[in-house]
């Protein structure tokens, strides 16, 4: 908490600096406006401006059950401007430069208005930090049809499948390649026996059928499930924490297990059940033995670069919707320094090639999948205060790449864009 | 065990002085013990191990050959050693988290890489001050310099460039693209060549350092060894420039390359992901350090073979030969 005021200035500062772009980019976009590709470049003074912007919502903060954890009101968000200050880093020596534009909607704002006004700015990259339905609305809008969305949040399965769409990529890992990856080191751990305990939010069954998928993929058996019907105590009287004591056993009762797996991707009651179970057995999914795009715990493959970088500017640690949405930006600050280009047909053609590589801390390159535009990563399983291992597994071979053994592969996936 | 060890050496003594003696001493930085691992060439023994500041990875000797610096990026800042003593005699102030450095020729100074701060810092060894500092990409890594001591190239990780600095002007004055998380610079003997590794593209770019443009990009492939385990980072140039050995990172493989053909002629394979490497003064051997196997490889280059695998200690990193 100790950065706040520092970030606080840092923000002002790149909002001043936005601001003064912005005013130097007017005159000169004017002109421009006859070339068809302009609306995307905005020229600077010394070189040409590449537009991102951010579309999302004000929203509650998520509660963490554990007060370890931060209590972030801007996640997503200063993953983006890390990623634009490590753009601009690197377009200093290539005279190119990256401008955020952000909108970020008050709750009920209206999503679709948003991105007319980013459109009308004339970006035509835009990170989404949104819900799969509201994705899709906006994905589905006529200005969204020059535009090239990265899913930097919503991590349904639909959405990489029948509901794929050709100007969407995706940097937020899936739910299916989540419970890949934890699955497969559970499988190497012969922790095959699976309880699964399922939350009550829509995506916590999701979450389920993608466990349900994983346990066929790699071996696992799914030997009791059981719905989550109690209410979470409240974190800060003893009477919460008196009765969470006790529900927990009953929730958890049943036939023996190696590994209770919970569903519960809001943190609702996950965080209270180790320690608790009716079986003296670990937990895992979305709480305890986690499998994430990113976690604090990893300071491996240079991350503790990344990770000390992202406190400076944010006073608090990165979340895996921050990751997201650094790698959304990162990924189109990589096709601008390696084509040269500043012209928005361009990066994306290099952005859909075999070319395209970026270096994201987690020891090799990513790319994005040419079936269904999901960002092909490893993903972390980790524990609530060290790093455990990082999936895919040794031994679990793929013919292209181990990583696509994560997730929909290509003979599998559903998705058929309409180009 | 001991007794049979010191009755070979005994009786292999008087072969080893009726040959020319290979008197080197190895140093090796363990960057997770906080050590710096003292290795008899002769014998090929541990003789001490000197405490130095968290997290030590760049090593070099100074000009005189008498002191070693090292790079303690947890304690930010340049421990120097004096190697008669095996004491860390005084520090150098080196800017936030030290990973890698250069020498310039004269010895006079040290160029430092802040991967933490986009910045390179410069040392001055005789004043023990920090002089200025060059702002470079993202993640600064990689530092090599000219055999003439005028341009400094430094490597940034996430910028992917390998930057041209003048020393005079200390300023950047050329910027070379390469493949993903470049991590080492190393000059040719005769200032033509800057080769540069990437980690994650798993690639050497060659660079013409007149025109700064890439003339050469070498690739690996080694049977059974998938492409991704395939991270390029150490590199050194024999003194007749022939051949360049490449350490490859979790391949556990050293790439050895003809320089003229950049065809890689062989591969030797070493202990788990290996990092750096260091001849032998007279090039017979390379020793190389191997982080998560703990152990430093004896490459033997006149029978092409890996002679022998020494515990070093947790986590080496660098690796530096004094005659």
Same mark, same amino acid.
């Given at each position: 908490?100790?950065?706040?005021?520092?970030?606080?200035?840092?923000?002002?500062?790149?909002?001043?600096?936005?601001?003064?772009?912005?005013?130097?980019?007017?005159?000169?976009? &004017?002109?421009?406006?006859?070339?068809?590709?302009?609306?995307?470049?905005?020229?600077?003074? &010394?070189?040409?401006?590449?537009?991102?912007?951010?579309?999302?919502?004000?929203?509650?903060?998520?509660?963490p059950?554990s007060?370890l954890e931060p209590?972030a009101?801007?996640e997503g968000?200063q993953g983006?401007?890390l990623a634009?200050?490590d753009?601009?880093?690197? &377009?200093?020596?290539?005279?190119? /430069? #990256?401008?955020?534009?952000?909108?970020?909607?008050?709750?009920?704002?209206?999503?679709?208005?948003?991105?007319?006004? +980013?459109?009308?700015?004339?970006?035509?990259?835009?990170?989404?930090? +949104?819900?799969?339905?509201?994705?899709?609305?906006?994905?589905?809008?006529?200005?969204?049809?020059?535009?090239? +969305?990265?899913?930097a949040?919503?991590p349904?399965?639909?959405?990489?499948?029948?509901?794929?769409?050709?100007?969407? +990529?995706?940097t937020a890992a899936?739910?299916?390649m989540l419970a890949d990856a934890l699955?497969q080191y559970?499988?190497w751990?012969?922790?095959?026996?699976?309880?699964?305990?399922?939350?009550? !939010?829509?995506?916590?069954?999701?979450?389920?059928?993608?466990?349900?998928?994983?346990?066929?993929?790699?071996?696992?058996?799914?030997?009791?499930?059981?719905?989550?019907?109690?209410?979470?105590?409240?974190?800060?009287? !003893?009477?919460?924490?008196?009765?969470?004591?006790?529900?927990?056993?009953?929730?958890?009762?049943?036939?023996?297990?190696?590994?209770?797996?919970?569903?519960?991707?809001?943190g609702? #009651?996950?965080d209270?059940?180790?320690?608790?179970?009716?079986?003296?057995?670990?937990?895992a999914g979305t709480q305890g033995l986690i499998a994430t795009a990113w976690s604090r715990v990893n300071e491996q493959w240079g991350g503790t670069q990344l990770q000390s970088r992202f406190e400076k500017l944010a006073?608090r640690w990165m979340l895996p919707r921050d990751y997201a949405a650094w790698l959304a930006?990162r /990924?189109? &600050?990589?096709?601008?320094?390696?084509?040269?280009?500043?012209?928005?047909?361009?990066?994306?053609?290099?952005?859909?090639?075999?070319?395209?590589?970026l270096a994201g801390f987690k020891g090799e390159a990513l790319?994005?999948?040419?079936?269904?535009?999901?960002m092909r990563q490893p993903i972390l399983i980790a524990g609530p205060r060290m790093l455990v291992s990082v999936s895919p597994q040794e031994?679990?071979?793929?013919?292209?790449?181990p990583l696509?053994?994560l997730?929909?592969?290509?003979?599998?996936?559903?998705?058929?864009?309409?180009? | 065990?001991?007794?049979?060890?010191?009755?070979?050496?005994?009786?292999?003594?008087?072969?080893?002085?009726?040959?020319?003696?290979?008197?080197?001493?190895?140093?090796?930085?363990?960057e997770k %013990?906080?050590?710096?691992?003292?290795? %008899?060439?002769?014998?090929?023994? $541990?003789? *001490?191990?000197?405490?130095?500041?968290?997290r030590?990875r760049?090593?070099?000797?100074?000009?005189?050959?008498?002191?070693?610096?090292?790079?303690?990026g947890d304690?930010?800042?340049?421990?120097?050693?004096?190697?008669?003593?095996?004491?860390?005699?005084?520090?150098?102030?080196?800017?936030?988290d030290?990973e890698?450095?250069?020498?310039?020729?004269?010895?006079?100074?040290?160029?430092?890489?802040?991967e933490d701060?986009?910045?390179?810092?410069?040392?001055?060894?005789?004043?023990? =001050?920090?002089?200025? *500092?060059?702002?470079?990409?993202v993640e600064?890594e990689?530092?090599?310099?000219?055999?003439?001591?005028?341009?400094?190239?430094?490597?940034?990780e996430t910028?992917?460039?390998?930057?041209?600095?003048?020393?005079?002007?200390?300023?950047?004055?050329? *910027?070379?693209?390469?493949?993903s998380r470049?991590r080492?610079?190393?000059?040719? %003997?005769?200032?033509?060549?800057?080769?540069?590794?990437?980690e994650i593209?798993?690639?050497?770019?060659?660079?013409?350092?007149?025109?700064? =443009?890439?003339?050469?990009?070498?690739?690996?492939?080694?049977?059974?060894?998938?492409?991704e385990a395939?991270q390029?980072?150490? $590199?050194?140039?024999?003194?007749?420039?022939?051949?360049?050995?490449?350490?490859?990172g979790p391949?556990?493989?050293?790439?050895?390359?003809?320089?003229?053909?950049?065809?890689? =002629?062989?591969?030797?394979?070493?202990?788990?992901r290996?990092?750096?490497?260091?001849?032998?003064?007279?090039? =017979?051997?390379?020793?190389?350090? *191997?982080g998560i196997?703990?152990?430093?490889?004896?490459?033997?280059?006149?029978?092409?073979?890996?002679?022998?695998?020494?515990?070093?200690?947790?986590a080496?990193?660098?690796?530096?030969?004094?005659?």
């Amino acid at each position: 908490m100790r950065f706040w005021p520092l970030s606080r200035r840092r923000t002002d500062l790149s909002k001043a600096k936005g601001r003064r772009r912005l005013i130097a980019a007017l005159p000169v976009a &004017g002109l421009l406006l006859v070339a068809p590709v302009a609306a995307a470049l905005a020229q600077d003074a &010394g070189g040409q401006s590449i537009l991102i912007g951010y579309l999302g919502r004000q929203e509650d903060p998520r509660t963490p059950a554990s007060f370890l954890e931060p209590v972030a009101t801007d996640e997503g968000l200063q993953g983006a401007r890390l990623a634009l200050a490590d753009n601009n880093s690197t &377009g200093m020596f290539l005279n190119q /430069s #990256f401008r955020l534009v952000e909108q970020v909607l008050p709750p009920d704002g209206d999503i679709a208005a948003g991105l007319k006004a +980013l459109a009308d700015e004339g970006v035509r990259f835009v990170v989404a930090d +949104l819900p799969g339905d509201a994705l899709l609305a906006v994905a589905d809008r006529p200005e969204a049809r020059s535009m090239l +969305l990265f899913n930097a949040r919503a991590p349904d399965d639909a959405l990489r499948n029948e509901q794929c769409r050709a100007n969407i +990529l995706h940097t937020a890992a899936s739910r299916r390649m989540l419970a890949d990856a934890l699955a497969q080191y559970l499988a190497w751990k012969k922790w095959t026996g699976w309880s699964l305990l399922i939350g009550r !939010d829509p995506g916590d069954a999701l979450y389920a059928d993608a466990v349900r998928r994983a346990a066929k993929r790699f071996g696992g058996r799914i030997v009791a499930e059981k719905s989550w019907t109690f209410d979470t105590g409240n974190r800060r009287t !003893d009477t919460g924490v008196t009765t969470i004591q006790s529900d927990i056993p009953l929730a958890t009762q049943g036939p023996d297990y190696d590994v209770l797996v919970v569903a519960d991707e809001a943190g609702n #009651f996950g965080d209270y059940l180790d320690g608790r179970t009716w079986h003296p057995r670990p937990v895992a999914g979305t709480q305890g033995l986690i499998a994430t795009a990113w976690s604090r715990v990893n300071e491996q493959w240079g991350g503790t670069q990344l990770q000390s970088r992202f406190e400076k500017l944010a006073g608090r640690w990165m979340l895996p919707r921050d990751y997201a949405a650094w790698l959304a930006v990162r /990924s189109v &600050g990589e096709a601008a320094t390696r084509t040269s280009a500043t012209g928005f047909d361009d990066l994306v053609a290099y952005l859909h090639s075999p070319d395209f590589e970026l270096a994201g801390f987690k020891g090799e390159a990513l790319s994005f999948r040419k079936w269904d535009g999901q960002m092909r990563q490893p993903i972390l399983i980790a524990g609530p205060r060290m790093l455990v291992s990082v999936s895919p597994q040794e031994g679990f071979l793929h013919p292209v790449t181990p990583l696509d053994t994560l997730g929909d592969d290509a003979p599998e996936s559903k998705c058929r864009f309409n180009r | 065990m001991r007794s049979l060890l010191c009755t070979m050496l005994f009786l292999a003594a008087p072969v080893l002085i009726a040959e020319p003696v290979l008197a080197e001493t190895i140093f090796v930085s363990n960057e997770k %013990d906080n050590q710096i691992a003292v290795v %008899d060439g002769d014998s090929l023994q $541990i003789t *001490n191990k000197i405490k130095v500041g968290r997290r030590p990875r760049g090593i070099t000797l100074s000009g005189d050959g008498t002191q070693l610096y090292v790079c303690a990026g947890d304690d930010n800042r340049v421990d120097v050693v004096d190697i008669a003593s095996g004491k860390v005699v005084h520090s150098l102030p080196s800017g936030p988290d030290p990973e890698l450095f250069v020498l310039s020729p004269d010895g006079n100074r040290l160029y430092v890489a802040n991967e933490d701060d986009n910045m390179v810092t410069i040392i001055d060894i005789p004043s023990r =001050k920090a002089i200025g *500092n060059i702002q470079v990409g993202v993640e600064p890594e990689g530092m090599g310099i000219s055999p003439d001591g005028k341009i400094l190239v430094n490597t940034s990780e996430t910028t992917n460039m390998a930057h041209f600095i003048d020393t005079e002007k200390r300023a950047v004055v050329g *910027n070379v693209l390469v493949d993903s998380r470049p991590r080492v610079a190393r000059f040719s %003997d005769d200032g033509k060549h800057v080769w540069v590794s990437s980690e994650i593209g798993g690639t050497v770019s060659v660079i013409d350092a007149g025109t700064r =443009k890439v003339v050469k990009k070498i690739r690996f492939e080694v049977t059974g060894v998938r492409r991704e385990a395939i991270q390029a980072v150490g $590199i050194q140039m024999t003194r007749d420039g022939k051949r360049a050995f490449v350490a490859l990172g979790p391949a556990n493989r050293i790439a050895e390359i003809d320089t003229e053909s950049f065809e890689v =002629k062989r591969y030797f394979l070493v202990g788990q992901r290996v990092w750096n490497l260091a001849f032998s003064p007279d090039e =017979k051997r390379l020793y190389t350090t *191997n982080g998560i196997s703990n152990d430093l490889s004896v490459i033997d280059l006149e029978r092409n073979k890996v002679i022998k695998s020494i515990a070093v200690g947790g986590a080496p990193w660098g690796v530096v030969v004094k005659p």
